[in-house]
Nanobody, 124 residues
Framework: QVQLVESGGGLVQAGGSLRLSCAAS????????MAWFRQAPGKGREFVAA????????NYADSVKGRFTISRDIAKNTVYLQMNSLKPEDAAYYYC?????????????????WGRGTQVTVSS
């Protein structure tokens, strides 16, 4: 059974940094795309960043380009989201997702597995 478990959320001041982690288990992810999405109160879930498990391709939402970096540690079966220069509008629940194809997508419905999320709060 595939499990994705997020950690690393918390409260940070605007301009600060956080690193989110997503521990993946339950299968081999070698042909998967791993992604981060976020959802703020009253809003839909939106794409943040994605990386293919082999690390060849990374994609970012325009709103986080230059500030966020997605990476993965194959040995630890973990995906990370380094978030720098955080803004109040980055506050949301952040979700890790896995898609069973090595092809990037920013559509929620095209991801097969989801974690339960970790909350990020940014104070101004």
């Amino acid at each position: 059974q595939v499990q994705l478990v997020e950690s690393g959320g918390g409260l940070v001041q605007a301009g600060g940094s956080l690193r989110l982690s997503c521990a993946a288990s339950g299968r081999t992810f070698s042909n998967y795309t791993m992604a981060w999405f976020r959802q703020a109160p009253g809003k839909g879930r939106e794409f943040v960043a994605a990386v293919t498990w082999n690390g060849d391709n990374r994609n970012y939402a325009d709103s986080v380009k230059g500030r966020f970096t997605i990476s993965r540690d194959i040995a630890k079966n973990t995906v990370y989201l380094q978030m720098n220069s955080l803004k109040p509008e980055d506050a949301a629940y952040y979700y890790c997702a896995a898609r069973g194809l090595p092809i990037y997508s920013d559509y929620v419905d095209e991801y097969d597995y989801w974690g339960r999320g970790t909350q990020v709060t940014v104070s101004s």
